[in-house]
């Protein structure tokens, strides 16, 4: 089983609800990623999670809550989000980096609308 | 800070024709390469990946190959499909970071 899954499909929200992302895959990796790709622009890394801990914060607004609770789940919180925070979400998961070979699988995305 | 280019950004070919799309990177220290495919709204298809001791590797159709020293990759399509119409990506990776370029928007026409 090579499949990142993600939920939901699509979310439309306004700018004061919060609401979350969630992101699952068994094929027992423990590093996970979420990624923000605008229209016909590449994938921005947003989170890197190591072993179930945060690794790497590429400088996020706040209004983004990465949260890590095993080594299946990877959940996005957002709260007081801003229209230009729409955007497809993406989820990644890979086996913890340290070797060439290692590759990064990816979830079909939530397609996020903020009004 | 790496950068990576894709030539082009747009293609439109009559099906059947054989293409070679692009990839540069400006920092050769990489641990290995990913060509990715990805459908409109869709998420990310993982075609290839090339390790940084690899020149080349193939599925099916397609052949990628890479040139670390001279930070350069090509994705050979041969034959191609209208099926084959999507965006594609490349993708460096240095420790847990993947850079993405730009990618080229592929249109196979029947």
């Known amino acids: 089983d090579t499949e990142v899954t993600q939920t939901p499909k699509h979310l439309v929200m306004g700018m004061t609800n919060k609401k979350s992302l969630k992101c699952e895959q068994h094929?027992?990796?423990?590093?996970m990623y979420w990624y923000k790709q605008k229209a016909k622009k590449p994938p921005e890394l947003m989170f890197v999670?190591?072993?179930?801990?945060?690794?790497i914060n590429e400088s996020v607004p706040s209004r983004f809550s990465p949260e890590c609770p095993n080594s299946s789940l990877l959940n996005l919180h957002l709260h007081a989000l801003q229209p230009e925070d729409s955007a497809l979400y993406l989820c990644?998961?890979?086996?913890?980096?340290?070797?060439?070979?290692?590759?990064?699988?990816f979830g079909p995305g939530t397609r996020l609308t903020v009004t | 800070k790496q950068e990576v280019t894709q030539i082009p950004a747009a293609l439109s070919v009559p099906e059947g024709e054989n293409l070679v799309l692009n990839c540069s990177f400006t920092?050769?220290?990489?641990?290995?390469l990913q060509w990715f495919r990805q459908d409109p709204g869709k998420g990310l298809t993982s075609l290839l990946l090339?390790?940084?001791?690899?020149r080349e590797q193939t599925s099916g159709r397609l052949n990628a190959s890479l040139d670390k020293s001279s930070g350069r990759s090509t994705l050979y399509i041969a034959a191609s499909q209208p099926g084959d119409s999507a965006t594609y990506l490349c993708?460096?990776?240095?420790?847990?970071?993947?850079?993405f370029g730009g990618g080229t928007r592929l249109m196979v026409k029947p």
């Open positions: 990644a998961s890979s086996q913890i980096p340290g070797t060439d070979s290692y590759e990064q699988y």
């Open positions: 094929m027992g990796h423990r590093a």
């Open positions: 999670y190591s072993y179930e801990k945060l690794s």
């Open positions: 920092d050769s220290a990489i641990y290995n």
């Open positions: 090339i390790q940084s001791s690899q």
């Open positions: 993708a460096v990776r240095r420790y847990s970071m993947l850079t």
